[in-house]
């Protein structure tokens, strides 16, 4: 939390001006330049004034004059925390305790210097001895509710807070602190609330500006999270969390020279600063920059080597680099120091490693830590999902709505989300939320929506609404399409409902043993698939024995997807694979990685087939002509499987959450299989594998006709299309 100033912690005299203050202390110390009483005044009247060396040297004197004092060791006490003497510091409360045990101004000092040294129980046990000493100490129940903060014990937090507003309902620093362990709970709007209140009660209240967009920028609402962040550097031009967060936030709109530009402010403001050189780290990193992100976390943790933020990224570098058991070491620190989200980013370190039970109790730790984290929840549910935990996983997957790094502006509606009561009639928007892939496999669940006696309006990308009109309850009547982000002239954009698609296994229930498979569920147009016939005369149905087997091939998904460099391949590596006698190979792929057909050698035959495609739909039609598909995880995969086409998907290490751990099939589509690298990396292994397969699903089809059924006889667990 952001720590203020609070006059409430100062003598009364001291809240007006402190120039004519300070005069008459002056005075009392031209008159007697040893008066105690006068140099404690100066003392404090100089800690107001940010002039901490002179705080210093007027306490000192005090303490000189009058060793019997306590008002003079406390001041000492306070002088001293506020260089970073903090022994000396310790000791001058201590000895203004033992002067006087009823203290309670020392008692506070005391207090607050446990907690600048990261010492929460101890602050307390302090506070709660100054409230005894003095109930109306309002900078004291301040205090204790920073402590609680301070513990992850929000609720009581909270509630000193409110007994503070409860006596001084004006006091906007109670309302800032109220809205930070609100944000800390997830209780977004309140906290947005108290904000503004505490804004409303002071309009220069620079931390509260930046506290407030701050939150608005976890929420999406990024120009009015500019606005507010603007606003506090302009009241508080050295405000270097400002310029931190507003760099964060132009980093995350993907103007990286903007980003940069408030960096450079932050630091030059204070080139010690860690949390600056950490914030140098990330944008490096998310710039791609290795070397200069490691470079910063170098300078970062040779200033602090205990920073937990600064430790907790060395965790995400190492990890980066596929370090994955120097990673879990360091996270393991990190949590050590109070990282909020280490255990859950071991978790993922544990992942890689494949030490999936170790995983699964990491991240739920982290969620029993921080239970409205919702990157902790986010992850935690993708790894119930990845095991099977299905009960657990899907309603956990909600927590994706509020973890920016999957929608960093989520859609808002004023329609209700569907829980799946009954619809008697009314319009349910159904609309896709993530890739082409996704909607593909999510978008079955349509006509068990409409099951429930609603109308369907299924809003999804450009790239798949031609598609989506092959849906059969789309032919049915009982849903229409829509596109994403528009509104089609014949699209009647009222609906009383709306849920996501991939919110519909939660819906659901949806488990292992139930994902709903009504067969194939998307189609090719049989005119398209003709003229594909004809723009590929290899693809025209052969005799065997001569028939060469039609394969359509993928090798690289969005490069923007932030794993695609696990998933993706290079379309050379597959070289091996396209040697393969027997084989008419058509190329499936899309995109800038299309241009890699151009460098194949001359003893290779890739057709392009369609980057030229206008949607899916056209893929889809070319595909409907081939016996058999291969490809990396894209959306390919989930067009093969939905139209119930022999799919072989080729699958990193550790591969996304939906085809789950060490299975050669998967519920979703039962003409799926999966080949999966067995180390990190080891594409060769998968070829391997995948050759010997096809090979023998060649020699299946040169085996002779069984007369009486006309059929090719097939090796266990395959079938042509």
């Known amino acids: 939390m952001t720590t203020q100033t609070n006059e409430a912690s100062l003598p009364r005299e001291l809240t007006g001006h402190l120039t ?115 109930p109306a100490l309002i900078a004291v129940s301040m205090d204790m509710g920073h402590a609680l903060a301070m513990m992850r014990r929000y609720e009581e937090a909270l509630q000193r807070y409110k007994e503070v507003l409860a006596f001084r309902p004006k006091l906007s620093e109670a309302e800032f602190a109220a809205g930070f362990v609100l944000a800390r709970m997830g209780r977004l709007k309140e906290a947005e609330t108290r904000y503004r209140r505490a804004l409303t009660l002071r309009p220069d209240f620079a931390a509260a500006w930046m506290n407030l967009g701050s939150l608005l920028r976890e929420q999406g609402r990024e120009f009015y999270a500019g606005a507010a962040l603007t606003r506090a550097v302009e009241l508080r031009p050295d405000l270097v969390s400002g310029w931190v967060n507003l760099a964060i936030l132009e980093r995350e709109r993907n103007r990286p020279a903007a980003a940069e530009a408030h960096l450079r402010k932050a630091f030059s403001l204070n080139p010690e600063q860690v949390e600056t050189q950490v914030a140098w780290c990330q944008f490096r990193s998310a710039e791609g920059d290795v070397a200069g992100a490691w470079q910063w976390l170098r300078w970062a943790l040779a200033r602090e080597p205990d920073h937990a933020e600064a430790v907790n990224m060395h965790g995400i570098l190492l990890h980066k680099d596929g370090r994955f058991d120097e990673a879990v070491a360091v996270f393991e620190q990190a949590e050590a120091l109070g990282h909020r989200s280490a255990s859950s980013n071991r978790g993922n370190s544990l992942l890689d490693l494949g030490r999936m039970n170790e995983a699964l109790q990491a991240q739920e730790l982290a969620v029993e830590r921080e239970p409205e984290c919702a990157g902790a929840r986010y992850n935690l549910a993708l790894t119930r999902l990845r095991l099977g935990h299905w009960e657990q996983g899907w309603p956990g997957y909600e927590a994706r709505w509020k973890f920016r790094e999957v929608h960093r502006s989520p859609r808002v509606f004023s329609q209700p989300r569907w829980q799946g009561e009954a619809l008697h009639g009314r319009r349910i928007l159904l609309h896709a939320e993530q890739g082409l892939g996704d909607t593909i496999q999510f978008c079955r669940y349509a006509a068990m929506v409409a099951a429930r006696g609603g109308h369907v309006i299924l809003q999804v990308q450009t790239p798949v609404l031609r598609l989506m009109q092959s849906l059969p309850v789309v032919r049915a009547g009982m849903a229409e399409t829509a596109v994403l982000g528009a509104r089609p002239p014949k699209f009647d954009p009222t609906f009383d409902l709306e849920c996501p698609l991939m919110s519909l296994p939660a819906v659901f229930g949806t488990t292992v043993e139930t994902v709903p498979w009504p067969g194939a569920y998307l189609f090719a147009g049989p005119e398209l698939a003709a003229e594909k016939r004809v723009q590929f005369p290899h693809l025209q149905p ?176 395959l079938a042509l299309a």
């Open 20 to 134: 004519e203050v300070a005069l008459g202390y002056r005075r009392m110390l031209e008159q007697n330049p040893c008066n105690p009483k006068a140099l404690v005044g100066m003392s404090l009247v100089a800690l107001a004034s940010s002039q901490s060396a002179a705080a210093v040297k007027m306490a000192e004197a005090a303490v000189a004059a009058a060793p019997q004092m306590p008002a003079a060791w406390v001041a000492l006490g306070q002088s001293l925390k506020t260089v970073s003497r903090s022994e000396e510091a310790e000791s001058a409360y201590g000895q203004a305790i033992r002067l006087d045990g009823t203290n309670a101004l020392a008692r506070m000092g005391l207090g607050e210097l446990m907690l600048a040294l990261g010492r929460p129980e101890d602050a307390i046990r302090e506070f709660d001895l100054a409230l005894r000493c003095n």
């Open 542 to 717: 052969q005799d065997p024995p001569c028939a060469q087997h039609r394969v359509g091939l993928a090798w690289a998904g969005n490069p923007r997807y932030k794993a695609d460099r696990q998933r993706s391949m290079q379309l050379s590596t597959l070289l091996p694979l396209l040697r393969t006698p027997g084989v008419t190979w058509i190329a499936l792929q899309k995109g800038p990685a299309a241009e890699q057909l151009a460098a194949l050698p001359g003893d290779v035959s890739v057709l392009d087939g369609s980057s030229q495609d206008q949607d899916l739909a056209d893929t889809a039609a070319l595909m409907a002509t081939l016996d058999l598909v291969i490809t990396t995880d894209t959306s390919i995969v989930h067009l093969a499987g939905a139209m119930g086409k022999l799919v072989w998907i080729l699958l990193p290490h550790l591969s996304d959450w939906r085809w789950m751990q060490q299975t050669e099939t998967t519920p979703w589509y039962p003409t799926a299989r999966l080949f999966r690298q067995s180390t990190r990396g080891d594409w060769d292994g998968v070829l391997e594998r995948v050759i010997g397969e096809l090979s023998e699903l060649r020699a299946a089809e040169r085996r002779p006709v069984d007369r009486e059924t006309n059929q090719f006889t097939q090796p266990s667990g």
